[in-house]
Each structure stands twice: as structure tokens, then as C-alpha cells.
């Protein structure tokens, strides 16, 4: 037992540590591993996944700076339609067959690493003010809130369904749809992920999905990795993980469409 | 009147408002996981002692330990929910201060939308209850 616990702790850990460096959050990871190492159910791996992004978020907000700050505005306006979209996923999760929530997630793991690469190549080749200063400028107006509040749904309710923090939606949506600073989207989708999966993570624990043996080690390596990442962000290049981590979430895509395949 | 509540302008986000709530975001993140993890971690701990299979303390202490979890009901199982259940509350703690500060600010319409996002949450626990 205390092995397990032990293994447990140590693929949450990883999950926080990738999570915080890469700004993901834990459950792109999270769910695969429990899925295909511990051979989990995977309704019980997306209900410890949502712990495990609450948990990310928990540690990331513990021991940042807080430095330039989300849109609330933005985000409590959206989170009505995303933790609305949550709890109908979580619902949803509960009546469709795992094969559906295997190849859902496969298809969210498939979209995270298309948006990481297209985030790759869109990267401003200088660091200078100007750039970054562009990233968090504050003359912005917010446009197309129906349509943003739309995706935001859908955003909800795949992170409802498959243990997502669904930022790879958020994010594009609220730069490129509404016309919110880029800067500004990501550290506003990083607000926004805990709020969304507390919406999920009652439906799935009231449902017996959340098995405290599994999340309480799982939920403290995240925790922890989490912290850990943070304090590392300044001093690791992330850029170069990142194409590690596209050819790992393609893999994972993979097999998680074989999972789905095998039943 | 929707489409007032919905389309005000929030592009002149203050760089002061996003620090304050970022600070709260801190505190209760920090107020609220410390907790949460204790709880978790003394849950594990309960766990090894009131099952011996799983490997734990020795002799008296496990005796000890059972009929302190017998007496006042705190269950292993129980002690780790309660821990998990702390780290869920983390999200709508947050809002509710974040609502908290939008009526100490005035800021009507930012505390009523703050409170339909505390609502859904609120209706995600009753859903729970009745699964």
C-alpha cells in the first residue's frame, strides 16, 4: 500500500512540476498516468485529475508574486457559462460510456499539442519591453461576448468531462476572439481553472468517482510539484520542455484512443 | 438589461484591482492547503495504524490509535475527505472574498455576477448529494 501511495504521490508530483512550468495544469497528465500505469477506471482517474488541478492551482497561487494579475472581471463574467459547462460534463461523464470520456480526452490531449506548437511558433522572436509590455497592456476593450461566453461553455463542459483545466480553450478564445492581450489571457485562464473544476469535482466525489486512497496521495504530490514548479519557472527554460512535451502528449493521445478502443 | 450585465466594458482591467485579488487568491490558498494537507497526510497515517496488513505503527500504539478512531468517529476514510473536501473549497472561498470586496467597493453588478458563479458551485454540491 504504502508503495503504491508512494507511486501515487510521485506521478502527481511530476504532473505539478510540469503543470506549473508549462502552465497546463496537472490533468493532461494526470489522467493518462492513472489511466495506463495504474489501470484505473477513467471516470476515477478524471475525478482525482480535477483534485489534482484544484491542488496545481492551490500550490501555483500559494507562492507566486502576484504580479500581473488576471482580468476577474473577464473571468467571473465567463465563469458563469464555464462552471455551468462543468457541471454539465461532469453530469454527462456520468451516463456516457468510458470509451467516450477515453476518446474525448484523447482528442483534448490531441488539441493541447497542436495549441502548444502553434504557442511555440508564435512566441515574439525578442524579449524586449515592448513585447512583453504588449502581452499585459492595458487599453484593451473585450469584444464578441457571446461568442466567448459560447466556447467558455464548451471549455466547461470538456473540463467537466475528461479532468481538463480547459486553458488551451480559454486562452485562444480570450486572445483571438475577444481581443484580450495575450498576457493577460494566460494569467486570467490560470485564475480561472480552479473555479472550473470545483464545479466538476463535487458531481464526481458524490458519485463514489473520487477514491480518497488514490487523491489524498495523488492530490499532495501535486501540491507539492506544483510549488516546486513555480520556484524552478525562473530558472528552467521552458521552451526546451516544451517540445518534449508535444511529443509526449502525442503519445499519450495514442494511447488513450487505444484504451478507448480496447474497452 | 443582459446585455448591459454582460457587455460592460472590462478591457480597463486596473493593474491594482488584478494584485489585490491575486493577494487574496495567495491567502486563501495558503490558509486553506496547509490544513488540507495535514489532514491528509495524519488520513494516511490513520490508515497504516487502524490496518495492519497495510503496514504502520507497532504494538500499543496501534490499539491506541483504533479506539481513538472508534470513539470520536474520525475514520480514516473520513479524515481524508475532510482534507480533500478543504482543498475543493479553495475555488469558491476565493470568490466569495472576491464578491466580498466587490460590495465593500460598491461594484453592484461584479458581486451579483460573482454570486451566480458561487450559485452554480452551490448547485454542483446539492447535485452531489443527491447522486
Do not use: C
Not at chain 1, 500505469?37 to 489534482?52: N, W
Not at chain 2, 490558498?29 to 494537507?37: D, G, M, S
Amino acid at each position: 500500500m504504502v508503495l503504491i501511495w508512494l507511486a501515487l504521490g510521485g506521478v502527481g508530483l511530476v504532473a505539478g512540476v510540469l503543470g506549473a512550468l508549462l502552465g497546463l495544469g496537472g490533468g493532461i497528465f494526470l489522467v493518462p498516468a492513472l489511466t495506463l500505469l495504474f489501470d484505473m477506471p477513467i471516470r476515477a482517474a478524471v475525478g482525482t485529475s480535477l483534485i489534482g488541478v484544484i491542488a496545481t492551482s492551490a500550490g501555483v497561487a500559494s507562492v507566486s508574486k502576484p504580479g500581473r494579475g488576471a482580468d476577474v472581471r473577464l473571468a467571473m463574467r465567463l465563469e458563469l457559462a464555464t462552471t455551468a459547462g462543468a457541471l454539465a460534463g461532469s453530469f454527462l461523464a456520468g451516463i456516457i460510456a468510458p470509451q467516450l470520456q477515453a476518446f474525448a480526452f484523447a482528442g483534448i490531449v490531441l488539441a493541447t499539442a497542436i495549441y502548444t506548437l502553434a504557442k511555440m511558433r508564435s512566441r515574439p522572436r525578442s524579449a524586449s519591453e515592448d513585447a512583453i509590455g504588449g502581452l499585459y497592456r492595458q487599453d484593451y476593450v473585450v469584444r464578441k461576448w457571446p461568442a466567448g461566453l459560447s466556447i467558455s461553455a464548451v471549455a466547461g463542459v470538456l473540463s467537466g468531462l475528461t479532468g481538463s483545466g480547459g486553458g488551451f480553450i480559454k486562452v485562444p478564445v480570450m486572445h483571438s476572439v475577444m481581443d484580450v492581450p495575450l498576457g493577460i489571457a494566460t494569467a486570467t485562464s490560470n485564475f480561472m481553472v480552479g473555479i472550473t473544476a470545483a464545479a466538476s469535482v463535487m458531481l464526481y466525489y458524490g458519485r463514489g468517482d473520487i477514491f480518497p486512497l488514490v487523491a489524498v496521495p495523488t492530490a499532495i504530490g501535486v501540491f507539492s510539484g506544483a510549488v516546486l514548479g513555480s520556484r524552478l519557472a525562473v530558472r528552467v527554460r521552458a521552451d526546451s520542455l516544451r517540445i518534449a512535451l508535444v511529443v509526449l502528449l502525442f503519445i499519450i493521445a495514442l494511447q488513450m484512443i487505444w484504451k478507448g478502443v480496447r474497452g | 438589461m443582459l446585455d448591459d450585465l454582460i457587455r460592460q466594458r472590462t478591457g480597463a482591467a486596473s493593474a491594482t484591482e488584478g494584485q489585490r485579488v491575486a493577494r487574496t487568491v495567495q491567502r486563501v490558498a495558503r490558509a486553506f492547503a496547509v490544513p488540507a494537507l495535514v489532514l491528509m497526510v495524519l488520513g494516511l497515517v490513520l490508515f497504516l495504524t487502524v490496518h495492519p496488513g497495510a503496514g504502520g505503527l507497532p504494538g500499543e500504539a496501534v490499539v491506541n490509535v483504533r479506539r481513538l478512531a472508534s470513539r470520536t468517529l474520525l475514520t480514516p476514510r473520513g479524515v481524508m475527505s475532510l482534507g480533500l473536501l478543504l482543498l475543493a473549497l479553495i475555488p469558491m472561498v476565493t470568490v466569495l472574498l472576491i464578491v466580498s470586496d466587490r460590495l465593500r467597493h460598491r461594484q453592484w453588478t461584479e458581486a451579483a455576477i460573482g454570486l451566480g458563479v458561487v450559485s452554480i458551485l452551490m448547485i454542483g454540491i446539492l447535485l452531489s448529494r443527491g447522486e
